[in-house]
């Protein structure tokens, strides 16, 4: 009797096995996905064929790409002749723009026009970045743009280069009245992705590219003028985007650490973040 008892609790047990599917445990073990070079597997590159490196090249350009430049310039950098410390830096920026530069040396009119309209420019991005905070409720450009130039000052202050030679100033140039400046990085240009990227973000994609291109202008003068490095301005383009992400996963954390949504704990407005869903 009891072995009958048992069989048939047996078989009721794998009746539920088929049913319910594999056991949780069985399940995973399934999904596991086996590590290339641990417990006797081969180096993922043993497995590499002629039809995956065709793949790559196809599909993955980019870092194929990239990949030669890598070559490239480890030619370059383990012949180039360099500068000696006598001489002044070489920059090719500078020499892209020199008819630029000795045309605003002969014409200070040219020049001061020039720097006036680049500081209005300035002015635009101010406006922007303050803007989509103040009257828009949406910190994250303000945030970056504090980030930016509080990184900026910090390694501005660390490494004080050389004032290019030949470098034109002018009164109405921002900061006005021929003020010292950090030429590392440019705040300039910096200042001007965070807010072209806001635009993007919005999908004002018209005065986005507007952005972009009297940002082009504004490098191409602060190259002629010698108001910058070359090196300057595309870190001033890196900045600005990483500063920007930086703010979107500031306010990201923000929200994710508060269960308030509009308040604080002693009942005031958060001014500065309102949480916006």
């Excluded at 794998?14 to 180096?43: D, E, F, Q, Y």
């Excluded at 020039?114 to 002015?123: D, H, Q, R, S």
């Excluded at 009164?171 to 400046?181: K, L, T």
């Excluded at 994609?205 to 010698?226: H, I, S």
Aim: glycine share 10%; with cysteine; proline share 5%.
């Amino acid at each position: 009797m009891n072995g009958t008892v048992s069989a048939l609790t047996s078989r009721r047990h794998k009746r539920a096995a088929a049913t319910n599917g594999p056991t949780p445990t069985a399940a995973m073990s399934k999904k596991l996905i086996p590590v290339h070079g641990c417990c006797g597997n081969k180096a993922s590159f043993m497995t590499w064929t002629v039809h995956d490196a065709v793949h790559v090249a196809k599909h993955h350009w980019i870092p194929c790409f990239f990949a030669m430049g890598l070559l490239f310039f480890m030619g370059v950098e383990y012949t180039l002749r360099m500068v000696p410390s006598s001489a002044p830096p070489f920059d090719i920026g500078f020499v892209t723009t020199r008819s630029l530069h000795l045309l605003l040396a002969s014409s200070p009119q040219l020049n001061t026009l020039l720097a006036g309209l680049n500081t209005v420019f300035v002015g635009m991005q101010t406006t922007y970045i303050l803007w989509t905070w103040l009257i828009e409720g949406r910190p994250r450009a303000t945030i970056a743009a504090l980030f930016m130039f509080t990184c900026r000052g910090i390694l501005g202050y660390s490494t004080q280069l050389p004032l290019p030679q030949g470098f034109l100033g002018s009164g109405a140039d921002f900061p006005v009245g021929n003020v010292s400046f950090f030429l590392f990085y440019s705040g300039h240009v910096a200042g001007s992705v965070i807010a072209s990227l806001d635009m993007r973000r919005m999908q004002r994609w018209e005065l986005a590219w507007t952005f972009d291109a009297l940002n082009l202008l504004q490098a191409v003068r602060l190259l002629g003028t010698r108001g910058h490095y070359t090196i300057d301005l595309a870190v001033g383009v890196g900045a600005g985007i990483l500063f920007d992400s930086l703010a979107g996963k500031y306010e990201e954390s923000k929200r994710l650490n508060s269960k308030v949504a509009s308040t604080t704990s002693n009942g005031a407005k958060d001014a500065l973040f309102p949480l916006a869903d």
